[in-house]
């Protein structure tokens, strides 16, 4: 019976080589003749190791695993169109992508062999694989604006009736997607046996008709093993974690020497108790990381507020002991700089408000999506309203001028902080982790809980 090895968005998962090596050696420990590897993106990026090397880190974990076939998520995009092409051409695997087109509107990647669909046989039997990224992909990802991203349905619709063209069409049908929350959509209008999916960073398993949908999480939480072969005419789908596993040795080494290489251990700060930074916290509320990074951005341009996306700030390791400027390069792995915004204040606690995100798909519907700094918000989920938001004691006055600090990707982003417009941008400072080593150097890492966000209602 054919088994697939899924693994998705292992992002920050290289900047600790041995956690890396311990997923690689689940992969191979579960792998055999009757199983292929594959992946959905957000393979390359981003973390600390990844900006390093250009993402190119990925290579030595697809030859360790033998994966067959990766599609690209948002953040393959990182370093930009022809970097990634780069990396295509390089690594061991075949790319899948049939609605991502570069920019004279060709297939993105044609000549470096991507192609919109492939089949491959596992244990006897044909299995036709599909790779989709999300439409939204050039406005979640400055460096994704030249290319164009095509309505992913069709463009599996169309890959799907390319394969029953030919003289073998596949016993079975894959979609390696890197939609997210479109995967349930997708699953209802085409036929496929399994969407194996990424983006959002929560583990999912199951079953959408007789399609099986799964996510593994996020930084190489799990492997995913699919059996094309279940009951009920269904694929079936089991979550296996790393942990146990002895670190693949040779792949431990080769991380371990690009990390050293690029001497990014200088300690900026040092604290006493630890510090999570994992999904719950990030996105359950107000947390100690949120309120650091908040800060920081504010200090950085003397603003009025400080205003950290729950989604930027990329999970791992608590902090404890020893903070170095890697720790803090692994929180906001991203090459893009803290700038200052000129708000309405009508127009500021429409922001405040986006942090609940009412209006807008993105992640879990529980999730919150905001920290801030020098601000104090009080939301209420039952009737999805703003019950106060005030600007260090005061209320906020909505003919006023306020100044927030953030990330200029919320600027260009319709996901998180829609309000945010680049008309908004007045001035702009440091690389984002470079702003929160100068803070840590100056000021310390203690963040505390401070009431600055009150959920009700929940």
Request: proline share 6%; aromatic share 6%.
């Amino acid at each position: 019976m054919p088994r697939l090895l899924h693994y998705a968005d292992i992002e920050n998962v290289f900047d600790v080589p041995a956690r890396a090596a311990r997923l690689a050696a689940r992969i191979r420990a579960l792998d055999g003749p009757d199983a292929a590897v594959v992946a959905a993106g957000d393979t390359t990026a981003p973390g600390v190791l990844s900006l390093v090397a250009t993402g190119r880190q990925t290579i030595d974990f697809y030859a360790a695993t033998d994966t067959v076939f990766d599609t690209f998520g948002n953040h393959e995009f990182d370093y930009g169109p022809d970097a990634l092409r780069e990396l295509v051409a390089d690594a061991p695997v075949q790319f899948l992508s049939a609605n991502v087109r570069d920019e004279d509107g060709r297939p993105f990647g044609e000549a470096e062999d991507v192609a919109p669909w492939a089949i491959h046989q596992v244990d006897g039997s044909t299995v036709g694989f599909v790779g989709v990224t999300d439409p939204a992909t050039d406005s979640l990802n400055p460096m994704a604006a030249p290319l164009s991203f095509e309505d992913p349905t069709a463009a599996v619709q169309e890959a799907l009736a390319a394969m029953d063209r030919t003289t073998s069409p596949p016993a079975y049908r894959v979609v390696l997607s890197h939609l997210g929350g479109g995967d349930e959509a997708l699953a209802r209008a085409v036929d496929v046996d399994a969407i194996l999916g990424g983006h959002v960073h929560s583990r999912r398993n199951d079953r959408v008709d007789d399609t099986r949908l799964v996510r593994p999480g996020v930084n190489g939480e799990t492997v995913v093993e699919v059996d094309l072969d279940g009951s009920d005419g269904c694929a079936t789908a089991t979550h296996h974690e790393p942990d146990g596993a002895d670190p693949h040795g040779p792949l431990e080494a080769a991380l371990t020497e690009r990390m050293a290489a690029a001497d990014l251990g200088e300690v900026v700060g040092r604290v006493a108790e630890p510090i999570p930074r994992d999904s719950d916290t990030v996105h359950g509320g107000e947390c100690r990381v949120g309120n650091f990074v908040a800060d920081a951005f504010r200090w950085a341009h003397d603003a009025d507020v400080g205003l950290s996306n729950a989604g930027g700030l990329r999970q791992g390791d608590p902090w404890a002991g020893a903070v170095t400027k890697a720790d803090l390069i692994s929180l906001i792995p991203f090459e893009e700089p803290v700038v200052a915004t000129a708000v309405t204040g009508r127009e500021l606690r429409q922001v405040l408000r986006e942090m609940a995100a009412p209006d807008v798909d993105f992640g879990e519907d529980d999730w919150w999506h905001g920290h801030v700094s020098n601000a104090r918000v009080v939301w209420d989920a039952a009737t999805e309203s703003l019950v106060s938001a005030r600007v260090g004691r005061e209320p906020i006055d909505p003919t006023a001028e306020y100044t927030v600090a953030t990330s200029e990707y919320l600027l260009h982003s319709d996901h998180e902080f829609p309000t945010l417009e680049p008309r908004h941008r007045v001035g702009e400072g440091d690389i984002q982790y470079e702003v929160l080593a100068a803070f840590a150097r100056e000021h310390g890492v203690d963040p505390q809980v401070e009431g600055r966000i009150e959920r009700r209602g929940r």
